[in-house]
Every structure is written in structure tokens, then in C-alpha cells.
């Protein structure tokens, strides 16, 4: 049972809006601890979408975008393409487990 | 760039211990973290701990007790090893640089490699 929720899926047709959401609480994205964002294509290893909650890293479309507020942070994707199929996940540190914690996953559909 | 590669059986008996290496490539495994995450077939991520190349370590707190972590700067690898194994531990197992205090996430994964716990 991860600390960090996301919902199981999004969905939204080709250049379409969508944001994935990632609740926590103050033991870890409330703390400030920063949220990292995941990509992971069907077979592949994940790859890092945005690093400390909005900076994208060299390479990565700048139609990702994250933000964070309070105990949540939001990772969106603007102009929606079919490459954008995959599983997302944001990741953080938590101080009462004293380690670094994975949210459940989103998966994203294009229809 | 930095590249890395994880190695190790395949197949490990219930009871017994997972053992797997990861080796980077391109550049210097000094001065740095290193993870190891696993995932379970159509499930999400799972963070099982972090070393630096001092030894330092970080384990996940739901697998401390099983998880030994390991640095070897002259071969430029590091490694796991999970004991006493269940079929809970099937997975595939990534071996990624980072997180550091710093930020940046894990930014640099192996492949993965599958481990199936099966007698």
C-alpha cells in the first residue's frame, strides 16, 4: 500500500489535456521533500519525466509539465500524443518511513 | 553517458537468497547514491534501498530485515541480496543512480532483469 495515491488511469484523445494527479500527505510531499515524475513505456524500464516537481530533464517535450502544492503534486501532459501511452508514477521520500516511496501508477490512454 | 546493467539468476528456490549485481558503465561509480527497484508483474514500482559508494545504506522498511546491499568501487558495481525468498519476491528488478539529497530522482535505470522465485 503506497503512501502516494495517483488514479489508476486518465484518458483524452489525441492533442487533448490530461493531468495526473499524486496525493500524499505531510509526512512526505507536505514536508517539502520534492516529487519526482516517472514514465514507463509498455516493456521498457522507467525513464525520469520531471525531476524536482517541475524541471523537465534535457531531451523531455516541454508538453510535460509538474507542479506541486501542499500535500499533492500534478504532473500534465498538453497536446496529447499516441507516444504518450504509458504508465507514470511520481516519487518522493517519506519521513516516517524513512526511505523513498513510489506512488501507485497512473495509466495513460489516448483514445 | 552512464550506463547500467543488472546480472544475476533468473531462478531462485523459496527459502533461498536473490543475488544480483549491477554494473555501470561510462563512467565512475564514485561519489554517488544507487538504487534497487523491483516490480511485480502488472503491478507498480517498489523501492527496496539505496547505497553510497561510501556503503552507507537506506532500505525499504517493509524489507530491511531480508535486504543487504553492497558497493564495490574497484569493479565499479554494486549489488543486492534478499533473503529467505517467497514467491512474493517474483519480479523484475531495476538498478537505477540516485535519488540524491540533491534532487534529481533516479536518473539513469538498467533494463531490469526478471527473478522468479519457483522451486
Known amino acids: 500500500q503506497s503512501v502516494l495515491t495517483q488514479p489508476p488511469s486518465v484518458s483524452g484523445a489525441p492533442g487533448q489535456r490530461v493531468t495526473i494527479s499524486c496525493t500524499g500527505s505531510s509526512a512526505n510531499i507536505g514536508a517539502g521533500y520534492d516529487v519526482h515524475w516517472y514514465q514507463q513505456l509498455p516493456g521498457t524500464a522507467p525513464k525520469v519525466l520531471i525531476y524536482?516537481?517541475?524541471n523537465r530533464p534535457s531531451g523531455v517535450p516541454d508538453r510535460f509539465s509538474g507542479s506541486k502544492s501542499g500535500t499533492s503534486a500534478s504532473l500534465a501532459i498538453t497536446g496529447l500524443q499516441a507516444e504518450d501511452e504509458a504508465d507514470y508514477y511520481c516519487?518522493?521520500?517519506?519521513?516516517?518511513?524513512?526511505?523513498?516511496?513510489f506512488g501507485t501508477g497512473t495509466k495513460v490512454t489516448v483514445l | 553517458q552512464v550506463q547500467l546493467q543488472e546480472s544475476g539468476p533468473g531462478l531462485v528456490k523459496p527459502s533461498e537468497t536473490l543475488s544480483l549485481t549491477c554494473s555501470v558503465s561510462?563512467?565512475?561509480?564514485?561519489?554517488?547514491?544507487w538504487s534497487w527497484i523491483r516490480q511485480p508483474a502488472g503491478k507498480g514500482l517498489e523501492w527496496i534501498g539505496r547505497i553510497y559508494t561510501s556503503g552507507s545504506t537506506n532500505y525499504n522498511p517493509s524489507l530491511k530485515s531480508r535486504v543487504t546491499m553492497s558497493v564495490d568501487t574497484s569493479k565499479n558495481q554494486f549489488s543486492l541480496k534478499l533473503s529467505s525468498v517467497t514467491a512474493a519476491d517474483t519480479a523484475v528488478y531495476y538498478c537505477?543512480?540516485?535519488?540524491?539529497?540533491?534532487?534529481?530522482?533516479?536518473?539513469?535505470w538498467g533494463q531490469g532483469t526478471t527473478v522468479t522465485v519457483s522451486s
Open positions: 516519487q518522493s521520500y517519506d519521513s516516517s518511513l524513512s526511505g523513498y516511496v
Open positions: 524536482g516537481n517541475s
Open positions: 561510462g563512467g565512475s561509480i564514485s561519489s554517488d547514491y
Open positions: 537505477a543512480r540516485g535519488p540524491r539529497p540533491s534532487g534529481f530522482g533516479m536518473d539513469v
